[in-house]
């Protein structure tokens, strides 16, 4: 696996904590670094330079983040395994009279299936609503049949920038259904009996700094990455900061485990625009501090919010998951040892879906109530 990417890493970690709460979460940094970083070629000046800071960091490159959301977007299909199922679109709603530069149009053909679609925002925002929301359940399978809530649009949307990802892919080592059983795991609100998957096989493995890592292949060269804190994750998890989490990561080889994982089952959904603010993404959303002219000529163009939903699924054969991420625009009215390790899963964690080549996010869930 290629070496980490400490600013995706950073941007990744610091959406989870401003949209995760105390509970279990999920979304896909994949998704929405997609979505935003298509929004800050369409902009200019402070509001695209807000969004090349969170996304990209103090080098303000988000040419390198593009780069890799783009091989993210691509899976290998080596092995005697079922062929992984990776389908990325980004597409660009735009209200049919809508005046439109040629030139963000060209940077969005580069994107992973980047296109243009149009839907009668002026006439019939709700439609409008109901077509995006099917191209989205088409992409996710179904997954997320409404990213877009009834009033999310009006008739002075201009156009609407949508991120869609599914990914499916089959463990390389597959747990025995007949093995599953259901064991205890100490959740915040109490011991909980939950069906436990169980299987002893050579994985990544690292145990350092107060975390054990377990690392699971996948087909398509994808990996779910298990991180289980030494004590509470309430305590351990504020200190993970993204070199840290680099650190970790880098330091996986394999091993023998003898691993207890609970079946996975999460569907989060959040309105972004709180949590972007907090992470200093403002100017986009004012009506009169905006520059959205790489988009649009239309002066008066802001974005009203960023949607976003999240779902995803582990089980014996393998993992699941699909993400959606809405950019509302709006105009102004208008070496392995002999014994196995053994690490059981029974307690709150934090949950990785990886790229293998980039190291890019599809997925940052954290586990507390499964």
């Excluded at 298509?38 to 593009?66: F, I, N, Y």
């Excluded at 939950?194 to 890592?213: K, N």
Aim: hydrophobic share 45%; glycine share 6%; net charge negative.
């Amino acid at each position: 696996m290629a070496k980490p990417d400490v600013d995706h890493l950073r941007f990744s970690l610091a959406l989870h904590r401003a949209v995760a709460g105390s509970g279990d979460s999920c979304f896909s940094p994949y998704s929405v670094a997609s979505a935003l970083g298509l929004t800050s070629q369409a902009s200019r000046g402070a509001t695209s330079e807000e969004l090349v800071r969170l996304l990209a960091g103090a080098d303000a490159d988000v040419t390198k983040q593009a780069e890799l959301l783009r091989t993210a977007a691509t899976l290998t299909e080596r092995g005697r395994h079922e062929p992984p199922v990776l389908e990325v679109a980004n597409t660009l709603w735009a209200a049919e009279d809508a005046p439109l530069n040629q030139d963000f149009l060209g940077s969005l053909a580069a994107w992973p299936n980047g296109g243009v679609k149009s839907a009668p925002f002026g006439t019939d925002p709700d439609a409008a609503r109901r077509i995006i929301n099917a191209d989205v359940a088409e992409t996710t399978r179904d997954l997320i049949p409404e990213l877009l809530a009834p009033g999310a649009l009006h008739r002075d949307t201009i156009a609407t920038l949508v991120n869609a990802l599914y990914l499916k892919v089959a463990w390389q080592h597959r747990f025995r259904d007949e093995q599953t059983e259901d064991g205890d795991f100490h959740s915040p609100s109490g011991t909980r009996r939950v069906p436990m998957m169980h299987q002893t096989e050579s994985f990544g493995y690292a145990a350092r700094d107060g975390w054990q890592l377990v690392e699971l292949p996948a087909a398509g060269g994808v990996r779910a990455t298990i991180l289980l804190p030494d004590g509470d994750l309430a305590a351990r998890e504020p200190g993970l900061d993204e070199r840290g989490l680099a650190a970790l990561l880098s330091a996986a080889r394999s091993r023998q485990v003898r691993l207890a994982l609970p079946k996975i089952k999460l569907d989060m959904r959040a309105e972004l625009k709180p949590a972007l603010a907090g992470l200093g993404v403002r100017t986009m959303f004012s009506a009169h501090d905006s520059d959205f002219t790489p988009l649009t000529p239309d002066p008066r163009v802001f974005v009203d919010d960023v949607v976003h939903q999240a779902v995803l699924r582990l089980d014996e054969q393998g993992l699941e998951g699909a993400a959606a991420t809405a950019v509302v625009f709006r105009t102004l009215s208008m070496i392995t040892p002999v014994d196995p390790v053994e690490v059981v899963v029974d307690r709150p964690f934090l949950l990785l879906v990886r790229h293998a080549e980039t190291g890019v996010v599809y997925f940052f869930a954290r586990v507390v109530e499964p």
